[in-house]
């Protein structure tokens, strides 16, 4: 079976001075004062860090643990399905939803509970659900965190009380909430500001308002989630997107949380503008399709790249296009052909598809004629030599 190898060519290295309107970025404001022990500043979309203080120093996360939490619970597929909740989930010290043992709730109501009330009995429910305990969740929460590239974080639980083992970084939290923001059902999820559900038992309502504050105080706020335990202060990740453009602030171990979460997302959207570097459909390259007619085909970016950028500043991002060779006929239009890494100081930043610009059809006669003009040959030189 023929297995497609990845072939690293054409390394561009741009370097050139992006200027932002003027106009676009006409109030840009100084960098703000942080507090906090920890504290962070990324583009969501593109996860470019535009702040650090102790970015990847080692600290403890409270309930901001329930954001890998409800992730993984929303990439099971398993949203549907009910769950039967625990005493070993009922007995876990508040905050709480106040679950009661041995009653149904959806997955997708548990993970309602968990990032709007910061339910603890919710989260290890969930765990429990999905992984059979507490411990075992745990390490798929680790396993999650080594995919993303989370070096400097370890799970032992799928709440956030305290543990020396348990513990992440504001770069590594940060890295986290991006990605799970770009998944819409998470999105939908911490942007509620109220839900009500009814209780299977009594078929009473269970309100439940969002714990986030940010989502009433700060202009475009749509999430993501508060913690809090003494060991580790006061700790918030929050988001918030403007013209198109999404940030999220964390700051671990705040004197003032809310404000300092205000401050880097005010930062953010004063001083960069996404500037798009790639648009869907644009001509990357030509490449050499084998058996095909034509013989070659134009290789396109399937997705639109933005990187956020200010004003005068020198972009220097490397671009590394990786193809599945050999190139073979037949081949549709927009079928895959490879991707499109960028790059940014050693790192890859995104991973854009690339996909063939047109159809290709199987040109038989290069096959056959070939095959066809040999066998004649053959029986030339036999019926020459009788």
Not at 117 to 136: F, K, M, Q, T, Y
């Amino acid at each position: 079976m023929h297995r497609p190898q990845y072939v690293l060519c054409l390394l561009i290295l741009l370097c050139s001075n992006v200027l932002v309107p003027a106009v676009a970025l006409a109030n840009q404001t100084a960098v703000p004062t942080i507090g906090a022990k920890g504290a962070a500043l990324m583009d969501v979309d593109s996860g470019r860090l535009l702040y650090g203080k102790n970015e990847h120093v080692q600290l403890p996360m409270a309930s901001t643990t329930k954001i890998m939490t409800a992730i993984l619970a929303i990439e099971s597929g398993r949203l549907n399905e009910l769950v039967t909740v625990s005493s070993n989930a009922v007995k876990v010290e508040p905050s709480s939803i106040w679950l009661v043992a041995g009653e149904q709730m959806s997955l997708l109501h548990l993970v309602y509970g968990l990032m709007l009330r910061s339910g603890n009995d919710a989260a290890i429910a969930i765990a429990e659900h999905l992984a059979g305990s507490v411990s075992a969740f745990a390490e798929l929460m680790n396993a999650k965190a080594r995919e993303l590239g989370m070096v400097n974080t370890n799970f032992t639980n799928s709440h956030g009380l305290p543990d020396n083992n348990h513990y992440t970084t504001a770069y590594d939290l940060a890295m986290l909430s991006a990605y799970a923001l770009r998944n819409p059902q998470f999105r939908a999820i911490v942007s509620t500001t109220r839900i009500s559900i009814a209780d299977e038992r009594t078929g009473a309502p269970r309100i439940w308002y969002n714990k986030n504050r940010m989502l009433e105080i700060y202009p475009g706020a749509d999430g993501v989630k508060t913690g809090w335990t003494r060991a580790a202060g006061h700790c918030l990740v929050a988001s918030a997107s403007r013209s198109g453009q999404r940030l999220v602030a964390v700051v671990l171990n705040s004197p003032d949380d809310w404000g300092e979460t205000a401050s880097l997302l005010d930062y953010g959207f004063a001083n960069y503008r996404p500037l798009c570097l790639f648009s869907a459909g644009q001509y990357i390259a030509t490449v050499e399709v084998a058996r095909g007619n034509p013989p070659n085909v134009g290789v396109l970016a399937e997705e639109s790249f933005f990187w956020p950028v200010r004003k005068g500043e020198q972009v220097q991002l490397q671009y590394l296009v990786q193809l599945e060779l050999p190139i073979v006929a037949p081949l549709r239009r927009g079928d895959r052909v490879g991707y499109m890494l960028v790059i940014e100081k050693g790192r890859t930043v995104a991973r854009i598809p690339l996909v063939s610009d047109q159809t290709v059809t199987p040109n038989w006669w290069r096959e056959l004629l070939p095959g066809l003009w040999k066998n004649f040959s053959q029986l030339l030189w036999r019926g020459n030599s009788q």
